[in-house]
């Protein structure tokens, strides 16, 4: 994996290919180090959105960040990341992860104990053989961990973590259980918006979305937030901890926080929902970014 800031957004994996294409060379241009794309309701399947991406760029890394175990079985996946592995060397990374329940339930899975899911899907996984050669640099395998027993799972049995909506004191304790070898990707929503109110409305349209989830939910509690402040999208007290807003160097120093927190890498999120929005956002902070 390249470079310590990367741009994550669901755009890259959905609307026109043509336009996510252009818009992860830009992101590559820019100087970033790594581009991401999700699986969610309506997205491109991830993996193959990462080899569109891949395919489009010269250098940046490309991750998948996070790919459902329910979506497809460990068979698949192994063989996938096998593939990208090899044709893309040193590029391409691999996120994991357990969903939510409504989402899986949804699909006729039962979810029933996702840590043990997760626990034999690698099991699974590791025995695959595949007649792809194997690469310089196997590509590297995360896990979507927010709670301790996920994280010691994914320093056990990965390459390292991806928390996903988390503040920079959730970022030192995951370091704290992962120790210092293992690699810990971070998530950061950002709005580049001085204007308190404006950048908080944005914000907690964000928020709102992801305080129905009982993972964000409880791992929310565990950090000190309680139920006034998940009332109405958020208290302005849990937005400001989740959402970065501001100018563009306010934007930065909480990207910072991250980094001397303990994670690798930081995968900036522009809060926008088209390509040239996210990308205006993305142009707007890459020089206080990619110069600290």
């Not at 992101?27 to 794309?37: A, S």
Request: charged letters at 25%; aromatic letters at 6%; proline letters at 6%.
């Amino acid at each position: 994996m390249d470079g310590r800031i990367g741009v994550w957004h669901p755009v890259l994996g959905r609307g026109a290919a043509e336009a996510s294409r252009r818009a992860a060379a830009e992101i590559e241009r820019l100087g970033y180090g790594t581009v991401w794309v999700n699986e969610g309701p309506g997205s491109r399947e991830p993996l193959t959105a990462a080899a569109i991406l891949l395919a489009a760029t010269r250098r940046i890394g490309v991750g998948v960040g996070i790919a459902s175990i329910w979506s497809r079985d460990a068979t698949a996946t192994a063989a996938a990341q096998a593939a990208l592995g090899e044709a893309f060397p040193g590029r391409f990374i691999l996120g994991l992860g357990v969903s939510h329940q409504v989402l899986v339930d949804a699909r006729g899975h039962d979810y029933g104990r996702p840590l043990s899911a997760m626990r034999a899907y690698l099991e699974a996984m590791d025995q695959v053989k595949t007649d792809v050669p194997e690469p310089a640099y196997p590509a590297p395998r995360l896990l979507a961990a927010l709670r301790p027993k996920m994280l010691e799972l994914a320093r056990d049995r990965a390459d390292g973590a991806f928390p996903y909506f988390v503040p920079p004191e959730h970022t030192s304790s995951a370091r704290q259980v992962l120790g210092g070898e293992k690699l810990l990707v971070v998530e950061q929503a950002v709005v580049v918006e001085r204007d308190p109110d404006r950048a908080r409305r944005v914000a907690r349209e964000h928020t709102s979305r992801y305080l129905t989830l009982p993972n964000y939910l409880n791992n929310l509690r565990a950090l000190g937030f309680g139920d006034a402040d998940f009332a109405g999208g958020g208290s302005d007290r849990l937005v400001d901890a989740i959402v970065a807003w501001g100018e563009e160097e306010t934007i930065a120093k909480r990207v910072r926080a991250h980094l001397d927190a303990g994670a690798d890498h930081v995968a900036v999120q522009p809060l926008a929902s088209a390509h040239e929005e996210v990308l205006g956002q993305v142009r707007a902070l890459a020089g206080p970014l990619l110069s600290s």
